[in-house]
C-alpha cells in the first residue's frame, strides 16, 4: 500500500472562532465541494465531535459512492481530523487546522491516502485520482474564497 499526500494552504480574511464553525458543520462541505461530484451530506449529527460519523454521497466519473467518515481529532477551534470508514479509497485521513495570522486565517489540509486494487489503484492514481483530487481541492480553494472575501 503506497501513501500518497496532498497538502494545501490557505490564508483567509476572518477569525479563527469562525472559520472554524464554518467547517464544523458538515453540511458546509456541499458548498465547497465541485457540483460535478453530486456530493451530498446525508448522515451528519450536530454537534460533531470526536467520534462522530457522517455519511456522504457522491458520483464520481458516473460511479456512485456512499462515503463514510469518522471525526478522530477535534480541538475547537484550531484543528480536528477525519478518517474514512468506507469507501472508496483504502486509507484516507484528513487533518484541518487553523491558525490565526493578524485578521487573517492560515487555512491547512493534509490529506494522507491510498488506493485499494495494488498496482492497478497505483495507475489509475497516476491517470485520474492525484488529478481529481487536485481539481477538488483547487475548486475549494475558489469557493472558500468567495465564502470568506
Known amino acids: 500500500m503506497r501513501l500518497h499526500l496532498l497538502e494545501r494552504s490557505q490564508r483567509v480574511p476572518g477569525d479563527v472562532a469562525t472559520v472554524f464553525e464554518f467547517f464544523a458543520d458538515a453540511q458546509n462541505l456541499e458548498e465547497v ?17 470526536s467520534g462522530t460519523e457522517i455519511e456522504y454521497s457522491l458520483r464520481l466519473h458516473r460511479i456512485p459512492i456512499r462515503w463514510v467518515s469518522r471525526i478522530e481529532d477535534w480541538d475547537p477551534p484550531h484543528r480536528f481530523s477525519d478518517r474514512q470508514l468506507r469507501r472508496p479509497y483504502r486509507h484516507w485521513h484528513h487533518v484541518h ?44 480553494r475558489e469557493a472558500i474564497e468567495r465564502t470568506f472575501g
Do not use: C, K, Q
Open 97 to 140: 487546522s487553523l491558525e490565526p495570522d493578524g485578521d487573517h486565517v492560515i487555512m491547512r489540509d493534509r490529506v494522507g491516502y491510498s488506493l485499494p486494487l495494488g498496482p492497478l489503484g497505483e495507475l489509475l492514481h497516476r491517470a485520474i485520482v492525484r488529478r481529481d483530487l487536485e481539481r477538488i481541492f483547487d475548486y475549494r
Open 33 to 49: 465541494t465541485p457540483s460535478w461530484l453530486h456530493f451530498r451530506v446525508t448522515n451528519a449529527p450536530v454537534p460533531i465531535f
